[in-house]
C-alpha cells in the first residue's frame, strides 16, 4: 500500500519561502515509474495543482506559480520537497502530496494516493 | 488552462434519494476525467477515472458518464456515508484543473 506523510512548519511569515516534505512508503520515488505532485487546498476552497515531477520524465509546475516554486528529490530518503517562495496570506492552504499515473500512460495528472494533507498557515 | 465548472455547487437531500452532479469542460477533454469524494478534515479520494470507471472498492450506487465536454456523477441511492463534496478533475492538459466542488448535503 503506497503512504505518503507531509511535514513542515505549520506558519509561515509573509515574504519568506514555505518548505514541505513527503516522505513516501510502499513505493520507490526513484523507480522513475509514477509522478508525484503536489496540490493545494485553500480552507472552504477548491484544490490546485501545483506541480510534478518523475525521476525518468520531466518536472513541470502550474504557469500560475511557476515563478515560485520549485520540487525537489531525495531518493536516498524516498523523499520528495516543496519550495514556494515570497509567500503571501493568499498561499494559506492545506498541501498535499499525490501520487500520479505513471509516466507516459493517460493517466499521468491522475492522482490515485495522496497524503493527509499539512495546514500551512501565512501569517506574521 | 481548461476550466472545469460543477453543478450545483451545493445540494440538500436526503438517504435512499438520487443525486446528479454535472461537470462541464472549456475545450474536449475526450473521457480523461475523473471524480473525488472528500469528507471534512480528509484527503480527497478517488471515485471515478476514464469518465466511467469505477474504482476498485466504490460502490455500485456510483456511476460515471460522459466524454467531450460534458459530464455527470450519479449517486442512484444516497447512503448515509456520501455527504461530502465532490470534485472532478480533468487531466486530459497540462495544467491539470479540478470543478469547484458540489457539497452534499442532509435535508
Known amino acids: 500500500q503506497v503512504q505518503l506523510q507531509e511535514s513542515g512548519p505549520g506558519l509561515v511569515k509573509p515574504s519568506q519561502t514555505l518548505s514541505l516534505t513527503c516522505t513516501v512508503s510502499g513505493a520507490s520515488i526513484g523507480s522513475g515509474t509514477y509522478y508525484w505532485s503536489w496540490i493545494r487546498q485553500p480552507a472552504g476552497g477548491g484544490l490546485e495543482w501545483i506541480g510534478r515531477?518523475?525521476?525518468?520524465?520531466?518536472?513541470n509546475y502550474n504557469p500560475s506559480l511557476k515563478s515560485r516554486v520549485s520540487i525537489s528529490v531525495d531518493t536516498s530518503k524516498n523523499q520528495f520537497s516543496l519550495d514556494m517562495t515570497s509567500v503571501t496570506a493568499a498561499d494559506t492552504a492545506v498541501y498535499y502530496c499525490?501520487?500520479?499515473?505513471?509516466?507516459?500512460?493517460?493517466?499521468?495528472?491522475?492522482?490515485?494516493?495522496w497524503g493527509q494533507g499539512t495546514l500551512v498557515t501565512v501569517s506574521s | 488552462d481548461i476550466q472545469m465548472t460543477q453543478s450545483p455547487s451545493s445540494l440538500s437531500t436526503s438517504v435512499g434519494d438520487r443525486v446528479t452532479i454535472t461537470c462541464r469542460a472549456s475545450?474536449?477533454?475526450?473521457?480523461?476525467l475523473g471524480w473525488y469524494q472528500q469528507k471534512p478534515g480528509k484527503a480527497p479520494e478517488r471515485l471515478v477515472y476514464?469518465?466511467?470507471r469505477l474504482q476498485s472498492g466504490v460502490p455500485s450506487t456510483f456511476s460515471g458518464s460522459g466524454s467531450g465536454t460534458e459530464f455527470t456523477l450519479t449517486i442512484s441511492s444516497l447512503q448515509p456515508e456520501d455527504f461530502a463534496t465532490y470534485y472532478c478533475?480533468?487531466?486530459?492538459?497540462?495544467?491539470?484543473?479540478f470543478g469547484q466542488g458540489t457539497k452534499v448535503e442532509i435535508k
Open positions: 478533475l480533468q487531466y486530459n492538459s497540462y495544467p491539470p484543473t
Open positions: 475545450q474536449d477533454i475526450r473521457n480523461n
Open positions: 476514464a469518465a466511467s
Open positions: 499525490t501520487r500520479g499515473g505513471p509516466l507516459n500512460s493517460a493517466y499521468e495528472y491522475y492522482f490515485d494516493y
Open positions: 515531477f518523475c525521476t525518468s520524465g520531466s518536472t
